[in-house]
């Protein structure tokens, strides 16, 4: 008797995961790039201690070159769900560490290996998303994803540096103490994501492992070597690394110079008002930029709209100079902030989609990984070096020199080829 026709497996749906998959992913990376920062300054690290923290970057560099490892071996279920364990016990470790004798010793050395395990994670979810979810709903889901990490940032740069601040200022406990029952909370939501993915990601028939991905490493070396043969390649890296490059070094250096004291040249802000103004306004403006440059990108064009959403952010790095100089109230910062954070996202909109129009269609995700790992690089090491240009300069003297360092990648808008249209498919 023939065996009735089985019924077609049903796609997941993405809302069972999506969100949660990648508030996970965004988390981690928050917590250990950007609300180090105003942790380590409230515990006393120096600027150029807290600007080498930028070498964190590395592994998220650098991740593609064990990308394959994380396709061959196992299931990316189980990388997802072994990360995240595995995160939420690096972030409990961080917490005891603070309550220890060297109290941001101990959370760096914590933040260098939840590094590793964060980029791995990456991996492992962008992976599963492009396994899980057809064309048609990968496209769907790409504003929730970009969605649920923003409000990972909300979470850790909002919400855990304004309790760790409020904890402290109340006397309820001290500074480090407060920052160890932030991370506290960290380690039990990312635990608690890991025990919802156990008990409701789906397991996906096949999910990577061994012969999964036959002719990977062979497949990324042609897609390297086409990336060598895209026109005028050389001023296009160029392009990557030193576009952003004011940002990159104003970035590690900003909240420093709000908290430091009025006598260092700072603004004398607490650590609930960064809160405040990163974790909430900041981030709010950052992301009604980003989804402005998109807007007027898509519907005026890029030849248009590049140079005017480029020069927005270069100039306005200008603000913070102003800051330095005019040394405002409360108020007044936060509205320097917000307006600062929206011309960031806008210069950050034209700059993603100058690079996406570079590349070639037919190799459009190997092409991007390479051009993501360089972007990192060219944050991680001039943020490496922020905290020696600003004690040198002072932060006046830093400010101007960012508003300086933004000029080349202005310039070099000239030279960089991209599509005015997407190609058919891309």
Not at 123 to 135: F, K, T
Not at 247 to 258: E, N
Not at 285 to 305: D, E, P
Not at 325 to 348: D, I, T
Request: glycine share 14%; aromatic share 12%; with cysteine.
């Amino acid at each position: 008797m023939p065996t009735p026709p089985q019924p077609a497996p049903r796609t997941p749906s993405g809302w069972l995961f999506v969100p949660s998959l990648y508030f996970a992913e965004g988390l981690p990376y928050t917590l250990v790039n950007l609300v180090s920062v105003p942790m380590l300054k409230g515990l006393g690290a120096s600027n150029e201690a807290i600007g080498l923290t930028s070498l964190l970057y590395l592994p998220w560099a650098l991740k593609g070159l064990w990308g394959p490892l994380v396709d061959r071996y196992g299931t990316r279920r189980g990388w997802i769900l072994g990360t995240q364990g595995c995160m939420a016990a690096l972030f409990g470790l961080a917490a005891l560490g603070l309550l220890g004798p060297a109290p941001g010793l101990a959370a760096v050395a914590c933040f260098a290996v939840v590094a590793v395990v964060s980029a791995t994670h990456d991996i492992a979810v962008d992976g599963y998303y492009l396994e899980a979810l057809s064309a048609r709903r990968q496209t769907l889901f790409v504003g929730v994803r970009g969605a649920a990490y923003k409000l990972a940032w909300l979470a850790g740069q909002g919400g855990l540096v304004y309790l760790a601040g409020a904890l402290a200022a109340a006397g309820l406990l001290g500074l480090a103490s407060s920052w160890a029952a932030a991370f506290g909370l960290a380690a039990l939501a990312l635990a608690l994501l890991a025990g919802y993915h156990a008990a409701r990601l789906p397991r996906l028939a096949g999910g990577g492992g061994a012969g999964s991905d036959q002719g990977l490493g062979r497949s990324f070396a042609a897609a390297f070597r086409s990336y060598l043969e895209l026109p005028r390649v050389g001023w296009l890296v160029a392009f990557i690394l030193l576009f952003r490059l004011g940002d990159a070094f104003m970035l590690k250096m900003a909240q420093p110079f709000l908290m430091d004291a009025p006598e260092l040249g700072g603004l004398g802000m607490s650590t609930e008002q960064i809160g405040l103004l990163y974790g909430t306004v900041g981030t709010v403006a950052s992301v009604a930029g980003g989804l402005a440059g998109g807007w007027l990108i898509t519907h005026g064009g890029l030849r248009r709209w590049m140079w005017p959403l480029a020069l927005t952010q270069g100039v306005f790095i200008l603000l913070y100079l102003w800051l330095a100089w005019a040394r405002p109230g409360v108020l007044g910062v936060a509205v320097v902030n917000a307006v600062e954070q929206l011309a960031y996202g806008l210069g950050v909109s034209a700059y993603t989609v100058v690079l996406f129009r570079a590349v070639r269609p037919e190799h459009r995700a190997a092409h991007y990984a390479i051009t993501t790992s360089l972007m990192a690089a060219g944050m991680m090491l001039p943020g490496a070096l922020s905290g020696y240009l600003a004690e040198a300069f002072g932060y006046q003297g830093f400010f101007l020199a960012c508003f300086a360092l933004a000029l080349p990648g202005l310039l070099l808008l000239f030279c960089v080829p991209y599509r005015e249209q997407p190609a058919p498919g891309a």
